[in-house]
Each structure stands twice: as structure tokens, then as C-alpha cells.
T-cell receptor
Framework: DAKTTQPTSMDCAEGRAANLPCNHS???????VYWYRQIHSQGPQYIIH???NNETNEMASLIITEDRKSSTLILPHATLRDTAVYYC??????????FGPGTRLSVLP | NAGVTQTPKFQVLKTGQSMTLQCAQD?????MSWYRQDPGMGLRLIHY???????DQGEVPNGYNVSRSTTEDFPLRLLSAAPSQTSVYFC????????????FGPGTRLTVT
């Protein structure tokens, strides 16, 4: 079973920041938080991952709470092409990625 | 680099037929895996491999076989197709450092009638 819980769906206005929450209250100290997205029926695409500290790359920012029990993926200026299903995954070396149902983000014009 | 490639893109089988879904990667990744995705669902792990000659079962292995004779290739065999195996199949690869992302192929859409 997935170790994370996410809202089923969210809407965001084009050009605004999209903030996608994820709860992972049972995360252990050496487990990473990964985010992937799946656009339409394509293969999932890696977005970002982190352990403790906040992370930023060209696609998004990842904010992890100090107790590591939850995180937020931020798309700073959402576009229509960001409409996708977003998966939050807790992962450690030696385990396998477990994909839950994710959050369906709809970016609205 | 081509990344992760999968063939065929689409396939229709009759119940009881067998076939092999092909997956190849040119990134010299040790770890490869197969997932299936049913409509409206997340991905479920079928089989995975941590290197040539080593395979293991994932969450839903029944009805599927795999082998890993080379680093590059990881074929998935359906032994006797059933309508319950109608799904989209994704292959993925990554390097085994513990923090590297998985790269996914474009998927094979399989229908079993």
C-alpha cells in the first residue's frame, strides 16, 4: 500500500502557483519524498525529490515540514501543460516505488 | 540517448494467447521494472530486476514472467493472456544509488478479448 495520502483532485488558475499537498506521517528517517507526474496516458515523469531540506529545480519546489510528516509540491506559475496526475511517493534504496492514485491537477485558463 | 523504449505501442490478444512486451534502455541502468496501470488507477509493480541475471516479483506478478539476460533489455512475457490483463504496461529504469529517479517508457496498451 502507498505510504502517502493526497487529495483526489485540485484546480488551479493558469499563471498562479499550484500547491499540491501530501501526507506521509509514517515516513522513516532514511526515506525520501519523490514527486512524479503523468500527463494524459504517457509514462510518469520525474519532478523532484528530497529528504529533509526544501528543494528547488527548474520544474518545481518541494517543501518538507520539519517533522517530515507532510510535504507540498509547488509549481510556481502553472500552465495548461501542467495538467496531469501528480504522485507523491515515499521511497528508500532497496524498496520499490509504490504509486498511489495521486492528485489530478487541472490548470484552468 | 533514446532513453527507455517499449514495443509494441498497441497490442490486441485473444484469451489464451501468449506474447512478449519488449523494453530496452541505453543508459546503462542496473535497475529495471515493469508496471501495469488500469484505468483511473495508479501504477502497480509487476516484476523488477536489480541487474543482469537477477529478477524478483512485485505486487502483481501472477500471469507474467521476466528475464534479464543483458543490462539493456528486460522483456515481459504473458504466458496465457486473460481479459484481466487488459491494461497499459510501463517499463522503467534507474541507477541503483538510492536517490536516482526512474525513467519511464511510453507504455504498451494491451487489450485482451
Amino acid at each position: 500500500d502507498a505510504k502517502t495520502t493526497q487529495p483526489t483532485s485540485m484546480d488551479c488558475a493558469e499563471g498562479r502557483a499550484a500547491n499540491l499537498p501530501c501526507n506521509h506521517s509514517t515516513i522513516s528517517g532514511n526515506e525520501y519524498v519523490y514527486w512524479y507526474r503523468q500527463i494524459h496516458s504517457q509514462g510518469p515523469q520525474y519532478i523532484i525529490h528530497g529528504l529533509k531540506n526544501n528543494e528547488t529545480n527548474e520544474m518545481a519546489s518541494l517543501i518538507i515540514t520539519e517533522d517530515r510528516k507532510s510535504s507540498t509540491l509547488i509549481l510556481p506559475h502553472a500552465t495548461l501543460r501542467d495538467t496531469a496526475v501528480y504522485y507523491c511517493i515515499v521511497y528508500n534504496y532497496g524498496q520499490n516505488f509504490v504509486f498511489g492514485p495521486g492528485t489530478r491537477l487541472s490548470v484552468l485558463p | 540517448n533514446a532513453g527507455v523504449t517499449q514495443t509494441p505501442k498497441f497490442q490486441v490478444l485473444k484469451t489464451g494467447q501468449s506474447m512478449t512486451l519488449q523494453c530496452a534502455q541505453d543508459m546503462n541502468h542496473e535497475y529495471m521494472s515493469w508496471y501495469r496501470q488500469d484505468p483511473g488507477m495508479g501504477l502497480r509493480l509487476i516484476h523488477y530486476s536489480v541487474g543482469a541475471g537477477i529478477t524478483d516479483q512485485g505486487e502483481v506478478p501472477n500471469g507474467y514472467n521476466v528475464s534479464r539476460s543483458t543490462t539493456e533489455d528486460f522483456p515481459l512475457r504473458l504466458l496465457s493472456a486473460a481479459p484481466s490483463q487488459t491494461s497499459v504496461y510501463f517499463c522503467a529504469s534507474s541507477s541503483p544509488t538510492g536517490s536516482d529517479e526512474q525513467y519511464f517508457g511510453p507504455g504498451t496498451r494491451l487489450t485482451v478479448t
